[in-house]
Structure formats: structure tokens, C-alpha cells
């Protein structure tokens, strides 16, 4: 299968810091990501994606970051706030229709 | 918004029974989705479905696993003989799936435990 990872397991942060998550994809045939957010005994939620042929995209709070050149993926949160604490998961898609997830890193927002 | 559904929440069984967890996906998407996570551990691809059929599936899913469509509607995935190692979240997805890469859509899960 396809190694997807995560560089730091846990990261914690103050409410209103900007967070920074961070993941390392294998398969540069990879054309399609996305970053997923999982509450505690929920299924992954989407925030965002991003195609291959872009390098940023921003969404409401939270933009998105892809380097093909070192394979790594970034998730940055403006503005934390409490409600953002989750773990938060990229996947990664060489077909459009099939996705491998990373392990995922746990965010903690301070208050 | 559309979402898929999955059914039960929560399931309690004894080692060695079957359990059938069903999953109802967003209408109109193509493609289905069986995925497991173990307590603290990523999410792990089962199976993908697509037109009426298994299109990929992973080395966990063995002889032990079968998926479904039995209607329209309702996608299934049947565990037979649950062994301790079981005992998971299993989450159902779905995307439309034409012309090009789409959003996953995740059901809230089903949690198994096996004891």
C-alpha cells in the first residue's frame, strides 16, 4: 500500500496561534489530497483539498500547502480556537479513487 | 447537506459470531468504501465497490469479510467468525466519482467490540 505519514503526533497551541500540521506523502504519482479533521468517536470530516496541479489553496481559516518536489503536505489553521481540537489526517489519492490516510496528528488548542 | 448513514452505532458481540454493519451512501455517488480504525491507529482502507462489484480491496480484508449491495440503497459489510482483533471503528464512505478525484464522504462510524 502507500505510506502517507505525519511528521509530529501531538501539537499544541494557544487559542488565537496559528497551527501548522504537517504531512509526508510516498506516491509522487499522487495527484489528489485531502486534509480531514476526526473528533473524538466521529468519522473524518473534510476541511480541504488540493489537486497536484495547484501548490496552495485557502479556505475559510485553514490553507493548504503541497511541495511535489519533497512530497509534503501542510495544513495551516489560522486563528485556533478551541473547537479546532482533533486529530487531523491527510490522505493522498493516485487514482481519484482510492486514498491511503496518514496517522494523524493530534491537535490541542490551549486556551 | 447529503451524508451517509451507518448503522448501528455500536455493536457488541461475542468472538466468533458474524455481525453485519450496513451503511446507506449518499445517493448519487458510484463508488463505496469500507474503511477500519483500531483505537489510536489510522484509518485503514477494507474495500472499494464500484458498480455492483469489489474494484480493490486491501490484504486485511480476507475470506472473512465480504461487502454487499443488496438494494439501491444499502451497502453492507459482513464479518463472519469475529475474532478480539476486530473490534474497531468501521467507517463507511462514498464519492461521486466522475470525471476526476472528489470529495470522501465519511459516515459517523460503527464501533464493534468483540469480546
Known amino acids: 500500500g502507500e505510506s502517507v505519514g505525519l511528521h509530529l503526533p501531538t501539537l499544541s497551541v494557544q487559542e488565537g496561534d496559528n497551527s501548522i500540521i504537517n504531512c509526508a506523502y510516498s506516491n509522487s504519482a499522487s495527484d489528489y489530497f485531502i486534509w480531514y479533521k476526526q473528533e473524538s468517536g466521529k468519522g473524518p470530516q473534510f476541511i480541504i483539498d488540493?489537486?497536484?496541479?495547484?501548490d496552495k489553496r485557502q479556505g475559510q481559516r485553514v490553507t493548504v500547502l503541497l511541495n511535489k518536489t519533497v512530497k509534503h503536505l501542510s495544513l495551516q489553521i489560522a486563528a485556533t480556537q478551541p473547537g479546532d481540537s482533533a486529530v487531523y489526517f491527510c490522505?493522498?489519492?493516485?487514482?481519484?479513487?482510492?486514498?491511503?490516510f496518514g496517522t494523524g496528528t493530534s491537535l490541542t488548542v490551549i486556551p | 447537506e447529503p451524508e451517509v448513514t451507518q448503522t448501528p452505532s455500536h455493536q457488541v458481540t461475542q468472538m466468533g459470531q458474524e455481525v453485519i454493519l450496513r451503511c446507506v451512501p449518499i445517493s448519487n455517488h458510484l463508488y463505496f468504501y469500507w474503511y477500519r480504525q483500531i483505537l489510536g491507529q489510522k484509518v485503514e482502507f477494507l474495500v472499494s465497490?464500484?458498480?455492483?462489484?469489489?474494484?480493490?480491496k486491501s490484504e486485511i480484508f480476507d475470506d472473512q469479510f465480504s461487502v454487499e449491495r443488496p438494494d439501491g440503497s444499502n451497502f453492507t459489510l459482513k464479518i463472519r467468525s469475529t475474532k478480539l482483533e476486530d473490534s474497531a471503528m468501521y467507517f463507511c464512505a462514498s464519492i461521486l466519482g466522475i470525471s476526476g478525484p472528489g470529495e470522501l464522504f465519511f459516515g459517523e462510524g460503527s464501533r464493534l467490540t468483540v469480546l
Open positions: 488540493i489537486r497536484s496541479n495547484m
Open positions: 465497490f464500484y458498480n455492483n462489484e469489489i474494484s480493490e
Open positions: 490522505a493522498e489519492s493516485p487514482t481519484g479513487n482510492q486514498f491511503y
